[in-house]
T-cell receptor, first 113, second 114 residues
Framework: KAGVTQTPRYLIKTRGQQVTLSCSPISGHRSVSWYQQTPGQGLQFLFEYFSETQRNKGNFPGRFSGRQFSNSRSEMNVSTLELGDSALYLC????????????FGPGTRLTVT | GESVGLHLPTLSVQEGDNSIINCAYSNSASDYFIWYKQESGKGPQFIIDIRSNMDKRQGQRVTVLLNKTVKHLSLQIAATQPGDSAVYFCAENGGRGSNYKLTFGKGTLLTVNP
């Protein structure tokens, strides 16, 4: 069974631009969660989607948004990029809502210059 | 505030020894705890989880212990191998009051010496 895939793997953007990251969950998984990982803050929860609806949200500004499609694939968007948005963005999927036994993708490394 | 912390940022062990990675949590409402392993350049890998109605759970070469009295979680790895070298994170779900938001610890770097 294929694991969680994320595209692109690496991305370089300029301050003020926007970016869209994509995540394809494990087949059959309906929950997709997004996380930001930085050396200073560690792993931080962004939001969770289940059945195309955002079910949970972390403490991030409104510049961070996401959506989930009917096939459970998810996208995350960050608008008006700031230098501090440079991070590894991880997506994780699970069968059910609530982070239970979730599996992570390899992440997208975003660098904002 | 709510936090999940690790007692030791680094742990070095000899191959074949048992490893114990500790984690303190502060949200007594958390009812689900998870351990992840993250190797360099990869996403976190699910190792084992435990619900708050249990105090011990065993997997393959790993055991998680939960002590709710002192809000402490530990991961024991038996017969540690070089392939176990990685950063290990504990996480808690915060319980219903936080709408089950997952909070991660900062991580412990485990180094296994051959």
């Amino acid at each position: 069974k294929a694991g969680v895939t994320q595209t692109p793997r690496y991305l370089i953007k300029t301050r003020g631009q926007q970016v869209t990251l994509s995540c394809s969950p494990i087949s059959g998984h309906r929950s997709v969660s997004w996380y930001q990982q930085t050396p200073g803050q560690g792993l931080q929860f962004l939001f969770e989607y289940f059945s195309e609806t955002q079910r949970n949200k972390g403490n991030f500004p409104g510049r961070f948004s996401g959506r989930q499609f009917s096939n459970s694939r998810s996208e995350m968007n960050v608008s008006t990029l700031e230098l501090g948005d440079s991070a590894l963005y991880l997506c994780a999927s699970s069968l059910v809502q609530g982070h239970y036994e979730q599996y992570f993708g390899p992440g997208t490394r975003l660098t904002v210059t | 505030g709510e936090s999940v912390g690790l007692h030791l940022p680094t742990l070095s062990v000899q191959e074949g020894d048992n490893s114990i990675i500790n984690c303190a949590y502060s949200n007594s409402a958390s009812d689900y705890f998870i351990w992840y392993k993250q190797e360099s350049g990869k996403g976190p890998q699910f190792i084992i989880d435990i619900r708050s109605n249990m105090d011990k759970r065993q997997g393959q070469r790993v055991t998680v212990l939960l002590n709710k009295t002192v809000k402490h979680l530990s991961l024991q790895i038996a017969a540690t191998q070089p392939g176990d070298s990685a950063v290990y994170f504990c996480a808690e779900n915060g319980g219903r009051g936080s709408n089950y938001k997952l909070t991660f610890g900062k991580g412990t770097l485990l180094t296994v010496n051959p």
